[in-house]
Every structure is written in C-alpha cells, then in structure tokens.
C-alpha cells in the first residue's frame, strides 16, 4: 500500500477515481478505545473511508478491506489489499467516487493501474461478497453502539454537561430521533469554546459550571483509555431525550484559518495526560515543542 500511493501520485488527476490517499482511526462514538481495529488507508468525498478491519488486531497483511460509508452503510469489500486494488483498477469496488468518472460516468478499467499491479505479480482472484464478513462488521457496530449508549445515559458526568449544554443548545423534536442538537467544543488546558455551528464564528456564551463539567468528562475519557491522552475537539450531540454522545477529535490538525489551538494549552494537556506514541500525531508533537515556557 506504501508503494501504491508513492505511484499514484504520479497519476492523472482522478484517472484511478476521485478520493484522498490519508489514513485514519476509528472514530466512532466513544471509538477511541477501538481505534486499532480499522485502519483507513484512503478517504473518498462523500465521508466513506477504506482500509483494513481487524476486530482481532491480525496483522494488516491478513485483514480483509472494509469501507465505513459516510451514510453509515459498512460492508467488507475484499479479501485483502490486493484484491481491493484490482477492484480498483476494474472499476468494480461498487463504490460510486471510485468506479465512477467526474463526469459521473463509468469508468474504465486503467491499464496503467492494471500494469502496475502485474509488475509485482498481483493477480485476480474469485470474487466472493464476502457476506459472513460484512454481517460480523454490522453486528460489531451495531453492539458497540449500543454498549455505549448505555453508558452515556448512566454517565452523571455526561449528565452534568448535557444539562448545561441544554441552556444553549435546543433539543430536536421528540419525533424525529434521527436528528441532534449539537455543538463543537473546543478544550484544551488554556481554552474552553464552544460553537453552536461553526467554529470561527461568534462562540455560543458558556453556561456557569460549562467549563469544569467538560474538564471532569474529558478527564473521565483519559483514564478511560490514557494512551490517546486528552482530546482537544470535540461535537457534542443531544438526542431528543437529551442524552450526550461525542465524537472527539485527538488526531486530526484543525485548519488554522478556522480554529487557533493555543501552544501552551497544548502543553499542559501533554503534561496532565502524556500520550503513548501512537497517538502522537507530529503536529501536535511540533507545537508542544514550540510552545513558551
């Protein structure tokens, strides 16, 4: 996969189909903990993502391809990389930004991908659905989910915020469970903002008590699973009953026209909670580096 995207960034623009060669965690509500099962290697514009799902952390070598729609449809794609990239260069991953052209049209099968697979001798294999797999994906997601939910409703510490949150963020009709309220939280150990829509515009004004309830919940993740450290971002949602889902950012650099993290808060947080090395993303290893004393 390493040489894969050396190679294809010598290719034409979308000559191979439209979409981003950058990896990924899992991100799933409360997901951290299960960052290492999925393993993005490429990003398409809708939101889905592609890469290798392995809930028994196999080696990558010998973990089926997956794709986590961005409309959270979830099935195993191929047995291997391999097999993927094939699908790839036949246009035949089922996948509308990657068999498709940007004219929205078919696209046809790239002799170039196709030559370059042969140079290292990756030939087609019987296609199967791999239905077994993708069923075992659904019901992964669909328990883990649940699991959590259960753990929002029963957090006090959850509860403490949501209901400070409900001073600024309205809930959605009782009938349309589908829809949240929400808001971005930005949290480090010198800032506390809060955005109803997006951040870079005039901040929502925090409710007395805001800015330690969120501390104690980010706090509480740490010790839940201390190798990721704190998160700095995070989109906080209320569901029609009122209860609070997260989906944290540790990872991902914000675009500095958008948000400015301050050094320095960046610090304190590195030295409340030290993050293992997995999870130090060099950005984020570059700013604490450079930040005052």
């Known amino acids: 996969m390493e040489e894969f995207y050396d190679w294809a960034c010598t290719q034409p623009n979308a000559s191979i189909g439209t979409f981003r060669l950058e990896g990924g965690r899992l991100d799933v509500e409360d997901g951290v903990g299960k960052a290492p099962m999925f393993v993005a290697f490429l990003h398409c514009f809708d939101g889905s993502r592609i890469g290798w799902w392995r ?7 010998a973990a089926p391809v997956a794709i986590l729609g961005g409309e959270g449809d979830l099935a195993v794609i191929a ?4 097999q993927f990239l094939l699908q ?36 087609e294999r019987t296609h199967d659905a791999r239905t077994d797999e993708t069923r075992e994906l659904k019901s992964w ?6 699991g959590r939910a259960a753990v929002a409703r029963a ?15 309205e809930l959605p009709p009782a009938g349309q469970p589908w829809v949240a ?21 005039k901040p929502l004004p925090l409710p007395s008590g805001f800015d330690e309830a969120a501390r104690r919940l980010r706090d509480e993740d740490a010790k839940e699973f201390p190798e990721a450290g704190l998160w700095f971002r995070a989109k906080l949602q209320l569901d029609h009953e009122g209860v ?18 301050d050094n320095r808060g960046l610090v304190l947080d590195a030295q409340a909670y030290p993050r293992a090395a997995y999870w130090m993303p060099s950005w984020l290893a570059r700013r604490i580096r450079q930040a005052p004393p």
């Open 55 to 61: 809930p028994d952390l196999c080696p990558l070598e």
């Open 79 to 82: 047995r291997s990389a391999e």
């Open 88 to 123: 790839l260069a036949t246009a035949s991953t089922a996948h509308d930004d990657l068999d498709l052209d940007l004219d929205c049209e078919k696209r046809p099968p790239s002799a170039a991908l196709l030559e370059w697979l042969g140079s290292r001798r990756v030939r």
């Open 141 to 146: 997601f669909e328990q883990w989910r649940a």
């Open 155 to 169: 957090s006090t510490t959850r509860h403490a915020v949501a209901s400070l949150l409900r001073q600024v963020v």
């Open 181 to 201: 309220g929400f808001a971005d939280l930005i949290l480090t150990g010198t800032q506390c903002e809060l955005y109803g829509n997006l951040v870079g515009q």
């Open 244 to 261: 609070l889902t997260l989906r944290r950012r540790y990872i991902e650099e914000p675009n500095p026209r958008e948000l400015r993290l």
